[in-house]
């Protein structure tokens, strides 16, 4: 609703993204994946049916508490916006999650050229995991169901690391369990273990941690940043 109220005042949703991160004051660009109006649609497995059913709009889908089958965008070859492109190939590091899956982190691979960009990247890829279900969405996922499904969508080649956390210490809110770490993702070699739990919200990762951990695989894999 902020950034929808900036755009009106200056006139166009690129603008409004600038403009939010300088009221913000936002370290580094916030940009959006594309400029043009898309719909994020998903088909939903509902309990005690038999039949899908065709749901839109980012908040509606968690609220149907069905099983989320395929998600897709209308239109589906909006165009990524340029300086997204631009920042992907010449990034050195690329952080998927952690966030929604279906809601969230699938919304922007989907845009048309900004996975294939990914993809062009020299960058190290990281994916982080998410620490707790979301209800709506990954009730009951392991780490190894999240990388399951963002690679039905992306490929089993994209990232080079699946950051995951292992510490399940803490009472986490009624309708959220612990994403466990299965033994699929354990034998996976490109999975790194750590504490990322934030002590006082267990169901959130803990910033410094998280921090820490990513640059830390970072300058394992390709040495520190200049």
């Known amino acids: 609703m902020f950034i929808t109220a ?3 005042i200056t006139g166009s949703f690129e603008d409004a993204i600038v403009e939010s991160g300088r009221v913000l004051s936002v370290n580094g660009r916030v940009l959006p994946s594309t400029l043009h109006d898309v719909k994020l649609v998903a088909s939903l497995e509902l309990p005690h049916s038999l039949n899908e059913v065709r749901v839109e709009g980012e908040s509606r889908i968690p609220e ?3 099983r989320v089958r395929r998600v897709w965008l209308e239109p589906d070859n909006a165009p990524a916006f340029p300086p997204v ?3 992907l190939l010449s990034a050195d590091l690329i952080v998927v999650g952690p966030g929604s899956l279906y809601t969230s982190i699938l919304p922007n691979l989907l845009v048309h050229d900004l996975l294939s960009s990914m993809r062009a990247s020299r960058a190290a890829k990281i994916y982080v995991c998410n620490i707790a ?5 990954t009730d009951t996922f392991s ?5 399951r499904v963002l690679e039905g969508y992306v490929g089993d080649d994209l990232f080079d690391v699946i ?3 292992d510490n399940f210490d803490g009472a986490l809110n009624s309708s959220s369990v612990w994403v466990r770490v299965d033994e699929k993702t354990r034998s996976d070699e490109r999975t790194y273990l750590t504490d990322l739990v934030n002590d006082a919200h267990p169901w959130r990762h803990d910033s410094v941690k998280l921090a820490q951990s990513i640059m830390d695989i970072f300058n394992e894999r390709t040495g520190p940043l200049a």
């Open 163 to 165: 950051l995951c956390n």
């Open 133 to 137: 279900t979301q209800e709506g969405e």
């Open 6 to 8: 900036l755009a009106d």
């Open 143 to 147: 780490t190894y169901d999240h990388v």
């Open 85 to 87: 492109i631009k920042a």
């Open 64 to 66: 149907m508490a069905g």
